[in-house]
């Protein structure tokens, strides 16, 4: 994906209480509805499309973290490896496809992660925010900043699936915190076995030895 948001932190922030929206809200004012052009050639290109279509199967106006953790699971292999137990991503793919029929019809009248003052409405790709799948909820226009940060800050030349992964969990806000919780997934958990795996793959391609705690020496 390409974008003009200006580069970020690879460290995810805090995870804060519901009632912190500043964070929130200045994010939104960096990413801005004009950062957010047509997702081109990445391996996350099939994810976002993947959380249109269920958006729009849901009769849902944005693509929220939600969308995007199901999408996720769907096609990448190393997500749904993050999770480890099989028994636990068949639970929580089990909790996600129930959205339509049972409590993700509370959602459709509300907007995620909105706050006062803050804007309701993120173009996805060449959307106009008009249209079922056509706009990113706040969350979600912050998480897939947050996933180019991770990637930028590493030095990768795209972004993969646990920097959305990471970027979609890091806020107990997101509808995607709530859904792992249903399904008996600790986010904080998660996010330490992301961090993990990140830093095997990275010891592994660098051209460094790996010290003992997974931390790259000379």
Known sequence: MHSRIPPQSEQEPAMSGA???NGL???LAA???DEFAAVGEDELAAVVDGARRRAVRDGDRQIDTAHLLHSLLER????RAAFGDGARIARLLGYLVQRSIGYGLRWQS???????GSPTVTRAADGTGGQPGECFSPLAAVAMARTRARAT??????THGLDLLAALVADPRARAVEVL???GVDARELLERIGERVRDASCASAAFECAPGGDLAR
Do not use: Y
């Open 25 to 27: 809200d200045d994010e």
């Open 153 to 158: 800050g590493r030095g990768a030349a795209g």
């Open 181 to 183: 919780g249903r399904a």
């Open 19 to 21: 009632d912190d929206v």
């Open 31 to 33: 990413v801005g509805e």
């Open 110 to 116: 509300a907007v995620e992660g909105s706050a006062p």
């Open 76 to 79: 990448d292999a190393e997500v």
